[in-house]
């Protein structure tokens, strides 16, 4: 029973804590949906790799305090500029959007706030491959660029000024960079703006051709090489672009638990990682921004007189004696003693002590 129940436990937990695992895509299919912050400049953008046709991103902003999430960037390949169109499709409810696009050096080309759909005004934004303001700027190259999307009033800037200059007199036209700091590279947003999710349809857009990268082997060797290769012989890849020298392939990501509720990840080699508490390897090569460490409120689960590591609400199912932030070297679990069935409080001993504990839960049972 004791076996049983902990073996339960065990995969339940292992169960538990695969459920919030990254695990890496296969190549990107005309469809891209945000997996985590996209980013707000250049610098962090989400660079969208694959093969073939983008026709559509899905993502959210979701705000927050501190200069939070109120804009995505992607990195995306224009491979048609003469049908270059971006449209949000769909938005949650009331969420007013605003579209750029930016050159490979981070310079504003393109921006737009409102659309005219069908003769109705629209908060929806649609964004062209040419200004129709007086800047004259048209999309005319194949290439790299940057795309965005913001909430209103959001919109991007730098030390000289915003780089667009809505004109309110012509809500619904596609912009050039014609605001003070339009010349100069994007630095950074003002103010922030609405948040919501966002559903926006490309067309002339491909994806980036993934370049090669770094491959940290299981044996610690290092090869330039590109990821599907690397990932079928069972290589960690380092990202595109990465040389070896970017790379440490003799550590890997190591998730442990430091203090009471707090898992830190930490690259560290094999033997260092082990020597952490309650710590778990995830092999060479493993970065810690692809790792998501256990659920970090754990305890020891005392059960059938033996102890496991676990989450308060498997414990629970299991009828366990949870102990919040303990490990179960910390604790002395009381052995399951079937010979002694009135020994409620399991010190080996049947007397008023155990009395005291059958009076304390007097009642009727729920």
Same mark, same amino acid.
């Given at each position: 029973?004791?076996?049983?129940?902990?073996?339960?436990?065990c995969?339940?937990?292992?169960?538990?804590?695969?459920?919030g695992?990254?695990?890496l895509?296969a190549?990107?299919g005309?469809?891209? $949906?945000?997996?985590?912050?996209? /980013?707000?400049? *250049?610098?962090?953008?989400?660079?969208?790799e694959?093969?073939?046709?983008l026709?559509?991103?899905?993502?959210?902003?979701?705000?927050?305090?501190? @200069?939070? !999430?109120? #804009?995505d960037?992607?990195?995306?390949?224009v491979?048609?500029?003469?049908?270059?169109?971006?449209?949000?499709?769909?938005?949650?409810a009331?969420?007013?959007? #605003?579209?750029?696009?930016?050159?490979?050096s981070?310079?504003?080309?393109?921006?737009?706030?409102?659309?005219n759909?069908?003769?109705?005004?629209?908060?929806?934004?649609?964004?062209?491959?040419?200004?129709?303001d $007086?800047?004259?700027?048209?999309?005319?190259?194949?290439?790299?660029?940057?795309?965005a999307?913001?909430?209103?009033?959001?919109?991007?800037?730098?030390?000289?000024? *915003?780089?667009?200059?809505?004109?309110?007199?012509?809500?619904f036209?596609?912009?050039?960079?014609d605001?003070?700091?339009?010349?100069?590279?994007?630095?950074?947003?003002? *103010?922030?703006? !609405?948040t919501?999710?966002?559903?926006?349809?490309?067309? /002339?857009v491909?994806?980036?051709?993934?370049? *090669?990268?770094?491959? %940290?082997?299981?044996?610690?060797?290092?090869?330039?090489?590109?990821?599907?290769?690397?990932?079928?012989?069972?290589?960690?890849?380092?990202?595109?672009?990465?040389? %070896?020298? !970017?790379? $440490?392939?003799?550590? @890997?990501?190591?998730?442990?638990?430091?203090?009471?509720?707090?898992? $830190?990840?930490?690259?560290?080699?094999?033997?260092?990682?082990?020597?952490?508490y309650?710590?778990?390897?995830? @092999?060479? @090569?493993?970065?810690?921004?692809?790792?998501?460490?256990?659920?970090?409120?754990?305890g020891?689960?005392?059960v059938?007189?033996?102890?496991?590591?676990?989450? #308060?609400?498997?414990?629970d199912?299991q009828?366990?004696?949870?102990?919040?932030?303990k490990?179960?070297?910390?604790?002395?679990?009381?052995?399951?003693?079937?010979?002694?069935?009135?020994?409620?409080?399991?010190d080996?001993?049947?007397?008023?002590?155990?009395?005291?504990?059958?009076?304390?839960?007097?009642g !009727?049972?729920?």
């Open positions: 029973m004791m076996f049983r129940s902990l073996m339960t436990l995969l339940a937990f292992a169960m538990h804590a695969l459920v695992t990254p695990t895509a190549d990107r005309p469809h891209y $949906e945000e997996d985590d912050d996209a /980013g707000s400049l *250049p610098g962090d953008s989400k660079k969208l694959g093969n073939g046709p026709r559509s991103i899905t993502g959210a902003l979701t705000g927050g305090s501190r @200069g939070g !999430d109120y #804009q960037m992607y990195e995306i390949y491979a048609n500029p003469s049908e270059f169109v971006l449209r949000v499709a769909q938005v949650s009331g969420f007013d959007t #605003q579209l750029f696009l930016f050159d490979a981070g310079r504003g080309m393109l921006g737009n706030n409102s659309s759909v069908d003769g109705q005004g629209s908060i929806n934004a649609v964004l062209t491959n040419a200004a129709t $007086e800047t004259g700027v048209v999309l005319n190259k194949p290439g790299s660029y940057f795309i999307i913001s909430g209103f009033p959001s919109r991007p800037g730098n030390s000289a000024g *915003p780089i667009f200059d809505f004109n309110p007199d012509t809500p036209e596609v912009s050039g960079p605001g003070k700091g339009g010349a100069y590279p994007i630095q950074g947003w003002y *103010p922030e703006g !609405d919501g999710s966002y559903y926006i349809e490309l067309s /002339g491909n994806f980036l051709t993934p370049s *090669p990268g770094a491959c %940290c082997y299981p044996s610690g060797s290092c090869e330039i090489t590109d990821a599907n290769v690397c990932e079928d012989a069972g290589g960690t890849f380092g990202g595109s672009g990465t040389s %070896c020298e !970017d790379v $440490e392939c003799s550590t @890997g990501a190591c998730c442990f638990l430091k203090e009471f509720c707090y898992w $830190e990840c930490l690259e560290l080699s094999e033997g260092d990682c082990l020597q952490e309650a710590a778990t390897w995830y @092999g060479l @090569g493993s970065r810690c921004e692809d790792i998501v460490c256990p659920d970090p409120c754990v020891a689960c005392c059938d007189g033996g102890c496991v590591l676990t989450v #308060q609400a498997l414990c199912a009828e366990g004696v949870f102990h919040a932030y490990m179960c070297d910390d604790i002395e679990c009381q052995p399951n003693n079937d010979d002694c069935p009135g020994d409620i409080n399991g080996d001993a049947v007397n008023i002590l155990d009395l005291l504990k059958v009076i304390e839960y007097w !009727d049972c729920l």
